[in-house]
């Protein structure tokens, strides 16, 4: 058989017949081997088109060009087939994308929503955001903050004791104000930080108080920071989380860790400070501690009072959506009932 006559026996027909035949991939992929591969019959004709006479060359070389693309688009259109085949035999596709398909989806608890509320008020005014441990020693939750060993103001602030180390040594901390030593400890001035976390109290629970609850601490030190400052900062923070016409107040008190402290309040946003039963008709919510932070405890950190001074706050989380949303008792933040969270 001469090339033209190879030429001549490439049956397209039989070649589409046989492909139409194939069962799965592998026998498209020999067929496809056996039809254009490189030892095919179409392989052998194409390597002797060089030897054909100049006017048979033309005319071969396009029967060998059409039957190798048909041939080839048929294998692989047969492929797909196969292929499509295969996938519609294993059912319906398995659907893994994570949505909600009907369930109800859940967002932060009231008390976290607050504490970044109150974050993000404090940030916008410059301030950053420290933690510390809620396992504490005495040094950092009492005595570098000047409560001495046996000071009465220990007794202000019921102690839950861990039994760790010497007795009486490792707190669970009872305030937020041990972080402000750590941060001073760390940290030369100046310090411009907000402290929130969950602190631990052994007193019984009543309607406005929890034996674990959380706080916010905040801690400016700087070169001439004042009284005034203190106040300008709860007065801006007021605003910005009550709104315009709430005000704020600092009324003596006392802390051994600030000198001279302050109650801080806010007139009562639901009578405007008239009175009402929320405010217990005075007009005021009284909202946490504040005051200068006492030079004795710069001292114990090492920071010079005759250099630097500042001012410290710390409130109860717990105590702004009380007021802000009505909640009483403070228990019903920790009851986990979710009639109750999913309205926030
Ligand atoms: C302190 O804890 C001081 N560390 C605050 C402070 C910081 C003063 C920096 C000065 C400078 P006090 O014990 O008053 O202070 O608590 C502060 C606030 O925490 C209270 O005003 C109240 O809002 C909240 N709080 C206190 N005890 C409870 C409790 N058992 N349950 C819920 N909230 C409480």
């Not at 069962?23 to 194409?46: N, Q, T, Y």
């Not at 609850?213 to 801690?219: C, R």
Request: glycine share 10%; with cysteine; aromatic share 10%.
């Amino acid at each position: 058989m001469d090339d033209a006559d190879l030429a001549a026996s490439l049956d397209l027909d039989v070649a589409l017949r046989a492909i139409g035949a194939t069962a799965d991939v592998d026998d498209v992929d020999g067929l496809r081997r056996e039809l254009i591969g490189k030892k095919s019959r179409v392989a052998a004709v194409k390597v002797g088109i060089k030897n054909l006479p100049n006017d048979a060359k033309p005319v071969v070389g396009a029967a060998v060009k059409e039957f190798t693309t048909a041939v080839s688009d048929a294998l692989d259109s047969r492929r797909s087939e196969i292929e499509r085949e295969a996938l519609a035999k294993r059912g319906p596709a398995v659907d893994f994308t994570l949505g909600t398909h009907g369930r109800r989806r859940g967002h932060l608890h009231l008390i976290t929503q607050t504490q970044r509320e109150l974050e993000d008020v404090f940030v916008a005014l410059g301030y950053q955001v420290a933690e510390g441990p809620e396992v504490e020693d005495d040094w950092h939750n009492f005595e570098a903050l000047n409560f001495p060993p046996g000071h009465p103001a220990r007794a202000m602030q019921d102690t839950f004791y861990v039994q760790l180390g010497e007795p009486e040594q490792v707190v669970l901390r009872t305030h937020t104000s041990p972080v402000q030593i750590r941060v001073m400890e760390t940290q030369p001035p100046p310090i411009f930080s907000i402290m929130p976390g969950r602190v631990y109290r052994n007193e019984a629970p009543s309607p406005r108080n929890s034996s674990v609850f959380h706080q916010i601490e905040g801690l400016a030190i700087d070169r001439g920071i004042t009284f005034g400052d203190l106040a300008g900062t709860m007065q801006a923070f007021t605003t910005a989380y009550f709104g315009e016409g709430v005000r704020s107040r600092l009324l003596p008190s006392y802390f051994p860790f600030t000198e001279p402290s302050a109650e801080y309040g806010v007139s009562c946003p639901f009578c405007d400070g008239g009175g009402c039963r929320v405010c217990s008709h005075t007009g005021w919510i009284e909202l946490g501690g504040a005051g200068m932070v006492d030079p004795n405890v710069l001292v114990n950190v090492g920071i010079d009072p005759e250099e630097f001074s500042g001012f410290a706050f710390g409130f109860g989380i717990e105590r702004m959506p009380m007021i802000k949303y009505g909640v009483q008792p403070i228990k019903t933040f920790f009851d986990d009932d979710i009639r109750f969270l999913e309205q926030y």
